[in-house]
């Protein structure tokens, strides 16, 4: 595995003007090749305004876009088209997103962040909007961020990009870069040591998770987990889902934890940073269309056990979210969010949210969709268009607010 640091403005490459002229402009130069464009005069290098408070906003994608939407009122205040399937992530620095596009991730800045100093921060605001930056990817896959680090995965060539996510907004984060020996649907971290944990596999299967140091070199693998997908972090602890359970990467030691199935799919995890207990999805279907469980999975990645604990009601893979005290979150297709003790499993209140929703056939299709920041939770309701905002400690609805297309993924940040 061959590893390349490349200094370079804001990514792999800046667009010279809009993203849709960058798409064909010949100066632009070839990925990771480590030539800069032209610095540009974006949002992210713009000067903020300092306001009295915390504003926070939403990035939402739809049919033909994404939306910048104010979280407290519900005005819109950016509307980028783009084409494509649009999937949107946290770019983990709380001020920009990173949108997944055809030929990669737009960087998008939502234009408010806080600068914190000990005892109290200063809040800003600026104009939000598509940065004109982007990361190229033939199929822009899994984002990561950990640990000030982020991590990109391309499925479609296995390359691996990561940069500090500090210097996300500045003049330009050093970019490293480096590929899996076969492309496959897969995922990648960079860690502060420098040490690099990524799945292995190839277009035809997958199973394998290697730990590798910053030269390169391989410090723990497995081969035992089949069909490998997903990764989050229990505290500081990685967790990866498989068929047959998930495999717990501690330091360089990886364990598997078995289903008590033997197809026990765990695909889709919730972390948390103050919890050593993961939560997941459970499916136990290899023949389905599209299995529906009602059965979440909780893993201690002390003692390498998984509890299983049924809700009663069925959930997607976009219905996973945490506490700010590590409580597992559940939105449910019975319209509510179920709060679980994650050290007990017990379901300790439910809230409700939406109307009763039924699980579509297609994954690209919208559906009831948690996004959880602090104390907040963020719940998109497709059929009506609208998005509720959720205040945990109150455990209720506190705001519904309505928009302008019919919304798909949603990312919030706390201003």
Same mark, same amino acid.
């Given at each position: 595995?061959?590893?390349?640091?490349?200094?370079?403005?804001?990514?792999?490459?800046?667009?010279?003007?809009?993203?849709? !002229?960058?798409?064909?402009?010949?100066?632009?130069?070839?990925?990771?090749?480590?030539?800069?464009?032209?610095?540009? /005069?974006?949002?992210?290098?713009?000067?903020?305004?300092?306001?009295?408070?915390?504003?926070?906003?939403?990035?939402? $994608?739809?049919?033909?876009?994404?939306?910048?939407?104010?979280?407290? $009122?519900?005005?819109?205040?950016?509307? *980028? &088209?783009?084409?494509? =399937?649009? +999937?949107?992530?946290?770019?983990?620095?709380? +001020?920009?997103?990173?949108?997944?596009?055809?030929?990669?991730?737009? @960087?998008?800045?939502? #234009?408010?962040?806080?600068? *914190?100093?000990?005892?109290?921060?200063?809040?800003?605001?600026?104009?939000?909007?598509?940065? #004109?930056?982007?990361?190229?990817?033939?199929?822009?896959?899994?984002?990561?961020?950990?640990?000030?680090?982020?991590?990109?995965? /391309?499925?479609?060539?296995?390359?691996?990009?990561?940069?500090? $996510?500090?210097?996300?907004?500045?003049?330009?984060?050093?970019?490293?870069?480096?590929?899996?020996?076969?492309?496959?649907?897969?995922?990648?971290?960079?860690?502060?040591?420098?040490?690099?944990?990524?799945?292995?596999?190839?277009?035809?299967?997958?199973?394998?998770?290697?730990?590798?140091?910053?030269?390169?070199? @391989?410090?723990?693998?497995?081969?035992? !987990?089949?069909?490998?997908?997903?990764?989050?972090?229990?505290?500081?602890?990685?967790?990866?889902?498989?068929?047959?359970?998930?495999?717990?990467?501690?330091?360089?030691?990886?364990?598997?934890?078995?289903?008590?199935?033997? =197809?026990?799919?765990?695909?889709?995890?919730?972390?948390?940073?103050?919890?050593?207990?993961?939560?997941?999805?459970?499916?136990?279907?290899?023949?389905?269309?599209?299995?529906?469980?009602?059965?979440?999975?909780?893993?201690?990645?002390? $003692?390498?056990?998984?509890?299983?604990?049924?809700? #009663?009601?069925?959930?997607?893979?976009?219905?996973?979210?945490?506490?700010?005290?590590?409580?597992?979150?559940?939105?449910?297709?019975?319209? &509510?969010?179920?709060?679980?003790?994650?050290?007990? #499993?017990?379901?300790?209140?439910?809230?409700? %949210?939406?109307?009763?929703?039924?699980?579509?056939?297609?994954?690209?299709?919208?559906?009831?969709?948690?996004?959880?920041?602090?104390?907040?939770? =963020?719940?998109?309701?497709?059929?009506?268009?609208?998005?509720? %905002?959720?205040?945990?400690?109150?455990?209720?609805?506190?705001?519904?607010?309505?928009?302008?297309?019919?919304? /798909?993924?949603?990312?919030?940040? &706390?201003?």
């Amino acid at each position: 595995m061959k590893i390349r640091r490349v200094p370079v403005l804001l990514a792999t490459l800046v667009a010279l003007a809009s993203s849709a !002229c960058a798409a064909s402009d010949p100066r632009r130069p070839e990925a990771g090749s480590g030539t800069p464009a032209e610095p540009t /005069d974006t949002p992210s290098a713009a000067a903020g305004t300092e306001v009295a408070s915390a504003a926070p906003r939403l990035a939402v $994608t739809h049919d033909g876009g994404v939306s910048v939407v104010d979280a407290r $009122t519900g005005e819109v205040l950016a509307e *980028e &088209a783009l084409e494509g =399937y649009l +999937r949107v992530s946290p770019a983990g620095d709380g +001020r920009h997103a990173l949108v997944s596009t055809t030929g990669g991730w737009e @960087v998008l800045d939502l #234009g408010s962040w806080t600068d *914190e100093h000990g005892d109290h921060g200063h809040h800003w605001t600026s104009t939000p909007g598509l940065t #004109g930056a982007r990361f190229e990817a033939a199929e822009p896959g899994h984002v990561v961020a950990h640990d000030g680090l982020t991590t990109l995965f /391309d499925d479609g060539t296995g390359t691996i990009t990561s940069f500090d $996510t500090t210097a996300l907004g500045s003049d330009g984060p050093e970019v490293t870069t480096t590929s899996t020996e076969e492309a496959h649907h897969g995922v990648a971290v960079r860690l502060a040591n420098g040490n690099l944990l990524t799945t292995d596999g190839d277009e035809e299967s997958r199973s394998g998770v290697r730990l590798l140091g910053p030269s390169g070199v @391989v410090m723990a693998q497995t081969d035992a !987990c089949p069909g490998v997908h997903g990764e989050a972090f229990a505290q500081d602890v990685a967790v990866l889902g498989c068929e047959d359970g998930a495999v717990v990467v501690d330091g360089r030691e990886i364990t598997k934890v078995t289903s008590p199935d033997p =197809y026990g799919r765990i695909g889709n995890q919730a972390g948390s940073e103050v919890s050593p207990i993961l939560l997941g999805d459970y499916k136990t279907d290899p023949d389905a269309e599209l299995e529906r469980p009602t059965r979440v999975s909780l893993i201690d990645t002390r $003692t390498g056990t998984l509890r299983l604990v049924d809700l #009663g009601t069925s959930y997607s893979f976009r219905s996973l979210g945490r506490g700010p005290d590590g409580e597992a979150l559940v939105l449910g297709t019975d319209g &509510a969010l179920h709060v679980l003790d994650e050290r007990t #499993g017990a379901v300790e209140r439910r809230i409700d %949210v939406v109307g009763r929703w039924k699980e579509p056939l297609d994954w690209q299709q919208p559906r009831p969709t948690l996004h959880v920041v602090g104390t907040t939770a =963020y719940v998109t309701e497709p059929r009506r268009d609208r998005l509720h %905002v959720v205040d945990l400690d109150r455990g209720r609805v506190t705001s519904t607010l309505d928009l302008p297309h019919t919304p /798909d993924e949603v990312v919030a940040n &706390a201003g």
